[in-house]
């Protein structure tokens, strides 16, 4: 205060100072003038002292004047300030202490010097001054309260995900005082040189519960559906309906406890209606009710019997959740089933899916999909069909089949027609080898720039083999192209694409992509249209994914294969495509070496290399694999290969372990008991070790001992 009293006093008393002072010359002047009249002769020069004292007189005179009256102001001007003091003391001391506005002024340091009469009450000190630490009585950190003083806003802690997707972390500034919650807002104020910060606090008690409770009673839209009971039932003796009853009681019960509403709008499928606080509730719980139908066994208890669900949690309209639900279910069902997806708008997240469904395994489905598409694909102006990156034989073989579907829909016109794929790659140039007498595929293969440069407005895109888009040949495509169709045999990713597919046919329960474009073939009106070196492709695919018809291969599989047979296929030619040089097979032995079980019922091994990793290299570690699953007792196996500071995981398993999951959680993906992922910036030691952590985490938490396929 004294400061600015001082500043107040030089700023009035300038202007008459600098007034006297130009008086003063102006009179200096004129004396001066007098003098040089005195010296000409003009005015005697003994009147020159009487005209320099009427100077003087003047001088004085009107400084005096003009002093006297910036005086006057200047003590109305303390007057108003001591006034304004006075009040503003008395304002202050008001606010503190009859106000209720509890507020703290706190140092650089945290230390918490004055609180108001508000705050003493709820504190129970004894004094305004206090000088206690910040941190005895709120938790939230002083640099917090800093940033917020000097940028008006709190600041946030944002994060990105895999995918490059924000995560906002950002913990409200929130204290828990004396049982009651307070939000902080935080000024800065300067007092005697140094910076000290004011901070409301804002009792939030009250609107917290109303947000919460506005939370717990958001309305949240949920599908259920029954997985493959129909199909179950032809294979064991039991009534269908009493297991459809008992199933329907576990459902309505379970709904009663929460206070939600159970619908059924179609046979097996139902409608759920609760509230945001019973979807926490399951979620914490993770979704016990699918362990509790889980327990419903049809025939001699070796067939359990599972649902699927898709909760739609999204802010919005009943439309928007119950959109939002129907996404939600069709990424459960095509992820194999028994499980809970649940769709917040930003992700979707699954709960469950232990259990290897038989989702989707009649015919009935693949004739009114391969009718769909070849409609889709007779009215698209060109057709791509891509499949993964680093292709196999069941990811060419099917995008071959596509081809040969698309080519008989439009009447033999292939001009149009084109695969994304890589050339170079070794598993294409052996395939090509078979393709290459055949006149439409000497120009039907392209790189992905070229597929990027044939995208028209009515271009359609064909996803075969894959799912997941940063997986696909050429990810740039999908932001490019606005039809898109997916088939394949894969569990779909827990990701929310950015376009809406015309068509999805993913059926997890088949055993290659190869199949479920055969069956495709077999029942559409172009089933005599597929040529012998098409088919033996085809068959290589599935012999490939099943491993020889050992692993995964059902009643469908074989029915895909003597289509394929009808139709030409040439077993040694497929053969010879899965045939290893030497160099592989010491590499096989070299891995071999290295294995080691995990928590007795898992195996793990690894192929290390001090250069980048040859294609060779990446068959023999997936080889590798599949052949730890032929040892006794084994109910999983993971093979590693390190080369250029990533590491990629091969993981296989039987019908026990969803190695799906598990891959999952270390950013991969894959189905059931098939599955991969790549680990970048790391070392064989580092991925090894969370690994290992992520499947402790799946057996202790997600694995059932006696779950078996259903």
Wanted: hydrophobic share 40%.
């Amino acid at each position: 205060m004294l400061k600015k009293k001082k500043n107040a006093f030089r700023t009035d008393l300038r202007p008459p100072l600098l007034i006297c002072a130009v008086l003063g010359a102006v009179m200096l002047a004129m004396l001066a003038i007098l003098t040089v009249l005195c010296r000409n002769g003009v005015i005697p020069i003994e009147q020159l002292p009487y005209y320099a004292l009427a100077l003087l007189a003047v001088e004085v005179l009107t400084a005096s004047v003009i002093l006297a009256a910036y005086l006057s102001r200047y003590r109305k001007v303390c007057a108003a300030n001591e006034a304004a003091d006075l009040m503003t003391t008395e304002i202050s001391d008001m606010f503190r202490y009859v106000v209720d506005v509890p507020y703290a002024i706190i140092s650089q340091d945290g230390t918490v010097k004055i609180v108001s009469g508000a705050l003493q009450d709820i504190l129970q000190f004894r004094s305004p001054i206090c000088n206690v630490p910040l941190s005895s009585f709120c938790s939230v950190p002083m640099k917090e309260i800093i940033g917020y003083a000097q940028t008006g806003n709190q600041i946030r802690d944002v994060t990105y995900n895999e995918d490059g997707v924000p995560i906002d972390n950002t913990v409200p500034m929130q204290a828990e005082i004396e049982g009651r919650q307070y939000g902080l807002r935080c000024y800065t104020m300067r007092s005697r040189g140094k910076d000290y910060y004011f901070v409301v606090f804002d009792d939030v008690t009250e609107l917290l519960a109303l947000k919460k409770r506005h939370y717990d009673e958001e309305p949240v839209v949920a599908y259920i559906v029954v997985d493959s009971l129909q199909e179950l039932a032809q294979y064991v003796r039991v009534s269908y309906r009493t297991a459809v009853s008992e199933i329907e009681n576990i459902l309505k019960d379970w709904v009663a406890s929460m206070g939600g509403m159970l619908r059924e709008y179609e046979r097996e499928k139902y409608l759920l209606l609760m509230n945001r606080a019973a979807l926490d509730e399951c979620i914490a719980n993770k979704f016990h009710i699918l362990e509790a139908v889980r327990n419903v066994k049809l025939g001699d208890n070796s067939y359990p019997v599972t649902i699927s669900m898709g909760v739609g949690a999204v802010d919005g309209t009943i439309e928007d959740k119950e959109r939002a639900a129907s996404d939600a279910l069709d990424i459960a069902l095509q992820k194999g089933g028994d499980q809970v997806a649940v769709n917040d708008g930003k992700s979707v997240t699954p709960y469950g899916g232990r259990v290897n469904t038989m989702y989707g395994s009649t015919t009935i489905t693949s004739r009114v999909n391969s009718q769909h598409l070849c409609r889709l694909m007779e009215e698209a102006g060109n057709i791509l069909i891509m499949g993964h990156r680093a292709p196999d034989y069941d990811s060419i073989g099917s995008c071959v089949g596509l081809a040969r579907l698309a080519i008989s829909a439009r009447k033999g016109d292939y001009s149009h027609i084109r695969i994304v794929i890589n050339r170079d790659h070794a598993n294409f140039r052996n395939c090509y080898d078979i393709l290459a007498s055949l006149p439409e595929y000497r120009s039907l293969f392209i790189s992905g720039e070229t597929g990027l440069d044939a995208v028209r407005s009515d271009t359609l895109l064909i996803m075969s083999d894959v799912s997941n888009v940063f997986n696909t040949e050429c990810p740039k495509l999908l932001k490019c192209v606005q039809n898109v169709v997916i088939i394949d045999h894969h569990r779909r990713p827990d990701q929310l694409y950015e376009f809406k597919p015309l068509m999805t046919y993913i059926r997890p329960g088949v055993a290659a992509a190869s199949e479920l474009v055969s069956e495709m073939l077999q029942l559409s009106p172009y089933r005599d249209a597929l040529l012998k070196e098409e088919a033996t492709l085809m068959l290589s695919g599935l012999m490939l994914d099943t491993k020889n018809f050992t692993q995964g291969a059902e009643t469908q599989t074989f029915s895909a294969v003597q289509y394929l047979y009808e139709r030409g296929a040439h077993t040694n030619i497929a053969r010879r495509l899965f045939t290893e040089s030497m160099t592989n097979l010491f590499t096989a032995c070299d891995i071999d070496s290295r294995t080691r079980t995990y928590r007795e019922k898992i195996a793990l091994t690894w192929l290390s290399v001090d250069h980048a990793a040859t294609e060779a290299d990446t068959i023999a570690v997936a080889r590798a694999a599949d052949k730890l699953m032929t040892i006794d007792g084994i109910e999983a196996s993971f093979a590693l290969l390190h080369a250029d500071n990533t590491v990629t995981i091969s993981a296989r398993s039987h019908d026990k372990i969803n190695v799906q999951m598990i891959m999952q959680r270390l950013g991969g993906g894959g189905h059931y008991n098939m599955a991969g992922a790549a680990l970048t910036h790391t070392s064989l030691e580092a991925a090894s070790q969370q690994l290992k952590t992520v499947i402790d985490d799946y057996l202790d938490h997600e694995y059932t001992v006696g779950t078996g396929k259903a």
